[in-house]
């Protein structure tokens, strides 16, 4: 149920920001479930991976070259799902990701609040 919730939350907040932001297009919510998806396999798969590899550089810039990661997982997704979901650069991704990890927290802090109120 968990993961469902995350997969939710996720195409919201892709589905959300897309409509909202120039350089990021999204065909459907159906293509932003898929989108979510996508970067959530990318992330439990290849995100290690390269944080791994990039560790050195991670830690001098204290963290910030995550932010490449995540950007770089996004034009990853849109150039797999190449139909549907198309981000039109390096910097449009950087900033749809960090628009994505924020809305994303604000929803995943309201569905936890919901779980705790259920479980009253």
Same mark, same amino acid.
């Given at each position: ?10 195409? !919201? ?41 990039? !560790? ?43 628009? %994505? ?8 802090? %309201?569905?936890?609040? !919901? ?6």
């Amino acid at each position: 149920m968990k993961f469902l919730v995350k997969v939710m939350s996720l195409a !919201l907040a892709i589905f959300f920001i897309a409509t909202l932001m120039p350089g990021v297009s999204v065909e459907s919510m159906g293509y932003a479930i898929l989108v979510s998806l996508v970067i959530i396999l990318l992330n439990i798969y290849l995100k290690p991976v390269l944080v791994f590899l990039t !560790l050195p550089i991670t830690v001098v810039s204290f963290g910030l070259f995550l932010l490449v990661i995540n950007a770089a997982i996004i034009l990853i997704a849109s150039n797999i799902l190449h139909a549907g979901f198309k981000v039109d650069g390096f910097g449009v991704a950087i900033l749809f990701s960090i628009l %994505i990890s924020i809305t994303n927290s604000f929803l995943e802090r %309201i569905s936890k609040r !919901l779980e705790e109120k259920e479980n009253q």
